[in-house]
């Protein structure tokens, strides 16, 4: 296992963790459910990262672990009425027994071979929870979820849970267990000569990732009260992977600096125009093209690596 880096990891987790108390004190109403989305949906972008940044699998489909839970825990409550540590429990077992179904049929293909099939089953939830209207609502969606506290409250329950589930798949990732993810990334057949079997590995992987992905949508579903179509089509599944690339992929954090970024630009293009998908394309365009490190690479390479060895050279 990795050692802890505390020089390098305390200060972006202390500033984070900062901001994070202090924001409710400061500001808007607007700006706290602003807040509390950006924190659910960077969870939902670092969980798609365990599959995508460190074991090289480009996933479309991770909508689906998202709406899967967000609809399991809407239909207990509202449709059937069960109590909300029921309805949690069947949240958490849905996107866990889906994960080891789309993993059987899809982790023994490569690249976009991968990334075809999980849209693909993706859009299959999609339908199927369209047509279902007498359970999920059909394209109506279902609604009148209550979270039970204010909207402040709220925010400091779901940070709470983004920040330890956050750690959690840190302590992963950093684990030999992570390692091999890594090893697998960077060289198959290596991993496999050293008596592992690749595709057991994918698949703790994905039940990894697709787990803390239904956290994040159950938390999701509380936000506004409803569960809604939109969270089950391919393009909610497209926004992890381009906050991930915009933040970087190969870092810890890449996924919530460019879940920062996706959701404010989103936010105040908006204002201005609608099509503001153009200008985050140009965005995403220029990364890809020149700074494949991402937002946090930049960072990395243009600021904190020439400060760390002038501070070296220093002392």
């Known amino acids: ?36 989305k950006i ?21 479309f489909g991770h909508a689906l672990f998202f709406s899967g839970s967000a609809y399991a825990i809407a239909i207990s ?8 540590w029921a309805g949690i429990g069947i949240a958490l077992a849905v996107p866990v027994a889906s994960s080891l179904v789309v993993g059987f049929l ?19 939830f999609w339908g199927i929870v369209v047509k279902s209207r007498n359970v999920t609502g059909g394209e109506d969606g279902l609604a009148g979820i209550s979270r039970g506290m204010s909207v402040k409250s709220f925010y400091f329950l779901s940070y709470g849970v983004v920040f330890f589930c956050a750690g959690v798949i840190y302590r ?15 060289n198959e057949v290596r991993i496999k000569f ?18 803390f992905t239904g956290i994040a ?7 506004d009260g409803t569960a809604t179509p939109s969270i089950c089509h391919w393009s909610f599944s497209a926004i992890p992977v381009i906050a991930t690339l915009i933040g970087g992929p190969q870092s810890f954090a890449g996924p919530v600096v460019g ?22 394309g140009v965005l995403i365009l220029a990364i890809v093209l020149f700074f494949r490190g991402g937002v946090v690479g930049i960072v990395t390479e243009k600021l904190l690596s020439p400060a760390f060895k002038r501070a070296k050279g220093g002392t």
């Open 194 to 211: 050293s008596g592992h079997s690749i595709m057991k590995l994918r698949i703790a992987a994905m039940v990894v990732s697709a787990l």
């Open 106 to 124: 899809s982790l023994r293909h490569r690249e976009i071979h991968f990334a075809m099939i999980t849209l693909a089953l993706s859009m299959l």
């Open 39 to 59: 924190g659910i949906l960077s969870l939902y972008a670092i969980a798609f990262n365990v599959l995508f940044g460190y074991c090289g699998l480009l996933s």
């Open 172 to 186: 992963i990732v950093k684990s030999d267990f992570g390692l091999l993810l890594r090893g697998i990334r960077e």
């Open 1 to 36: 296992m990795e050692k802890f880096n505390l020089k390098k990891s305390a200060p972006p987790f202390a500033l984070a963790l900062f901001v994070v108390i202090l924001f409710p004190f400061l500001g808007t109403s607007y700006g706290v459910y602003l807040m509390v």
């Open 259 to 280: 879940t920062v970024v996706y959701v404010l630009a989103e936010d105040i293009i908006t204002k201005y125009t609608m099509y503001w998908q153009v200008f985050l």
């Open 217 to 223: 949508g159950i938390l999701w579903t509380f936000v």
């Open 77 to 84: 409550l509202v449709v059937f009425d069960l109590p909300l």
